[in-house]
């Protein structure tokens, strides 16, 4: 799974949850590309999908760095 197919999975789980909630239905886990999150509440499960996508991208943004230096 390509780092934007992640950011977009983690978007629509994201989504998904708020919907779930909406109808009176919470997720309290979810698997991403093998990557497991359970929490508590579906709020705590927002925050660490969110916290899940900024770590992906400060990781990409880390390599292009490390890459750049290297050429």
Sequence with gaps: MTLAEKIQ?????E????????NGS???KYSIDGI????R??????KELK???AS?????NQSQTIQLILK
């Design 51 to 53: 916290a899940l996508k």
């Design 26 to 28: 919470e997720i309290s």
């Design 9 to 13: 999975a983690i978007e629509e789980a």
């Design 36 to 39: 497991s999150i359970e929490k």
């Design 41 to 46: 509440s579906p709020i705590e499960m927002i």
């Design 56 to 60: 992906l991208i400060a990781s990409a």
């Design 15 to 22: 989504a998904e949850i708020l919907t779930n909630l909406k």
